[in-house]
T-cell receptor, first 113, second 114 residues
Framework: GESVGLHLPTLSVQEGDNSIINCAYSNSASDYFIWYKQESGKGPQFIIDIRSNMDKRQGQRVTVLLNKTVKHLSLQIAATQPGDSAVYFCAENYGGATNKLIFGTGTLLAVQP | DVKVTQSSRYLVKRTGEKVFLECVQDMDHENMFWYRQDPGLGLRLIYFSYDVKMKEKGDIPEGYSVSREKKERFSLILESASTNQTSMYLC?????????????FGDGTRLSIL
């Protein structure tokens, strides 16, 4: 079937290396940001989030960095594994309490064994 | 863990048919959302609901309607299906009244209109 990975920028990394996926967001008033992972045939899966009063947040093997000056978000994955292969996209909250999100189009992460 | 369940993984319908896509969440979330996902376009919001019987249009509501009669269930309706509605449809839910909560997604329904 048709993959959501078509037409996307691709980041190819070797297994065990660190990956950095970047995202430029659009609204300077956005105050909440999320990274999602979408594997083939599945829905987006929440990875990590960060609020605008923070610059960095760490999870298990993942770190999100927020630079509000240039409206830039990045996701760092340490010791990338084959199971990390997926489409990753960021989302920003522009809707306050209704949690309406604007989604980026995504980056395909391909992990080479 | 939050569980968002979409009733069908794959669906094939004919032009002009009325199509129902169902979504159920088990976490008592107030907000529910319907998106479509197309290659190169990302996720686009069709409709969302912030409470039972409440709904608001998203960015691309034309040709669609929704129903939310119970808190856990949010249905997307294609009134008269057309080939340009062939897509992956994703349902999501999130908790309110606390702002800044992630949306949790189902695994999607891949709909083909012939």
């Amino acid at each position: 079937g048709e993959s959501v990975g078509l037409h996307l920028p691709t980041l190819s990394v070797q297994e065990g290396d660190n990956s950095i996926i970047n995202c430029a967001y659009s609204n300077s008033a956005s105050d909440y940001f999320i990274w999602y992972k979408q594997e083939s045939g599945k829905g987006p899966q929440f990875i990590i989030d960060i609020r605008s009063n923070m610059d960095k947040r760490q999870g298990q093997r993942v770190t999100v960095l927020l630079n509000k000056t240039v409206k830039h978000l990045s996701l760092q994955i340490a010791a990338t594994q084959p199971g990390d292969s997926a489409v990753y996209f960021c989302a920003e909250n522009y809707g306050g309490a209704t949690n309406k999100l604007i989604f980026g189009t995504g980056t395909l992460l391909a992990v080479q064994p | 863990d939050v569980k968002v369940t979409q009733s069908s993984r794959y669906l094939v319908k004919r032009t002009g048919e009325k199509v129902f896509l169902e979504c159920v969440q088990d976490m008592d979330h107030e907000n529910m959302f319907w998106y479509r996902q197309d290659p190169g376009l990302g996720l686009r919001l069709i409709y969302f609901s912030y409470d039972v019987k409440m709904k608001e249009k998203g960015d691309i509501p034309e040709g669609y309607s929704v129903s939310r009669e119970k808190k856990e269930r949010f249905s997307l309706i294609l009134e008269s299906a057309s080939t340009n509605q062939t897509s992956m449809y994703l349902c999501a839910s999130s908790f309110t009244p606390v702002a800044n909560q992630p949306q949790h997604f189902g695994d999607g329904t891949r709909l083909s209109i012939l």
